[in-house]
């Protein structure tokens, strides 16, 4: 069984910062891209940024303000976010691209998601 889970959510005041943490774990052969999500009531799920082969991509609305790392050796990723907006309230999902143990298919995973609120 595969689960990833967040950590490091909570409240913030405008221009604040946080830093979001996941951890990958189970039966995980490799991990091919790790990255994050996050759905705002009443939007739609959208991409913050992703992590894949050495490169990486940012939503425009946050490009220059979060910055996404993985540490390969313990199956985590991150996002650092700094200069925080209201607007970037949300749950923030963690997502993984990996390929299982004994199986050739990879397989998209996601985590349950972590509360991060911008208010004054």
């Known amino acids: 069984q595969v689960q990833l889970v967040e950590s490091g959510g909570g409240l913030v005041q405008p221009g604040g910062s946080l830093r979001l943490s996941c951890a990958a774990s189970?039966?995980?052969?490799?991990?091919?891209?790790m990255g994050w999500y996050r759905q705002a009531p009443g939007k739609e799920r959208e991409l913050v940024a992703v992590s894949s082969g050495g490169s990486t991509n940012y939503a425009d609305s946050v490009k220059g303000r979060f910055t996404i790392s993985r540490d390969n050796a313990k199956n985590m990723v991150y996002l650092q976010m700094n200069s925080l907006k209201p607007e970037d309230t949300a749950v923030y999902h963690c997502?993984?691209?990996?390929?299982?143990?004994?199986?050739?298919?990879?397989?998209?995973?996601w985590g349950q998601g972590t509360q991060v609120t911008v208010s004054s």
């Open positions: 997502y993984a691209r990996l390929q299982r143990r004994f199986y050739l298919s990879e397989n998209d995973y």
């Open positions: 189970g039966s995980i052969f490799s991990i091919n891209a």
